[in-house]
């Protein structure tokens, strides 16, 4: 059948590709509009394979939190390009299916992509956008988290998102988490605390602690000290209850929650940054 302009026209609106690209789905599909956007995911699937060794460093973080604050998702949606990045499509995009993983709270990345988007699956959406975008486009990064009270951050630009766990809420506490989400984008944490730090990291930390101390010429009966002193260092500078407060560095983050409220403290967070 004869494929007319103003088909073609339709296709594009729809999906968003090429007019080439769509005349060449509907002259597949024989006019059928429905094949002819199967034919063009199946195309986008295809580049996407071809893309695989493309790096996707850009992109957008979105941080949402629900109504009730009681629980929260951050996700990244890479692209290869910054100025992919700040199409406002793309954009709205990264925005929706935040919303989808808020709305499901799906476990994790992979249950995300199986979830719903508009009759096909998240992750035929995102494959979908290879095509249409031309560039390698992936859902690359999903944390959730519940507690109390959940905070959400998104640095300037859409670079990185943050959201922060309390274990108390309220208005002067969720102003309080925003000033921690903001501390963990600049300061990028391991950890809350030092529970919560890797044992493996730890030990490496002990470690070399102590090759330092052997090197400074430290006699045996002074090494483990010297090594566990140096471990407390680390834990002041890499966990975020023990780093120095951003706003003011005469005190800890641990110490400007309790001057908010005695006992406020952070359950967990999650950090997502491009690259």
Known sequence: MAITAQDV?????????????????????EGDIETAIEYLRKTGQKLSIKRADREAKEGVVIALVSDDSAKGVVIRLSSETDFVAKN???????????KIALDNFPDDREALLQLDYNGMTVGDKVIEQVGVIGEKIELADYQ???????????HMGYKAGVIVGLNKGGDSQAAAGRDVAMQVAAMKPIAVDQDGVDPSIVEKEIE???DQARQEGK???????????????FY???????QAFVKDSKIS??????????GLTVNDFKHVKLG
């Open 9 to 29: 026209k339709k296709l594009r609106e729809l999906t968003g590709a090429g007019m080439m690209d769509c005349k060449k789905a509907l002259t597949e599909a």
């Open 88 to 98: 406002e499509g793309f954009v709205n995009l990264a925005k929706e299916l935040a």
């Open 144 to 154: 959730r988290l519940e507690s109390e009270c959940v905070v959400p951050y998104i």
């Open 208 to 210: 070399i602690g102590k």
């Open 219 to 233: 006699s045996e009966d002074l090494i483990e000290r010297i090594a566990l002193g140096k471990l407390g260092k």
């Open 236 to 242: 002041k500078e890499n966990t975020l209850l023990n």
């Open 253 to 262: 983050v641990k110490q400007y929650l309790n001057s908010i409220e005695d």
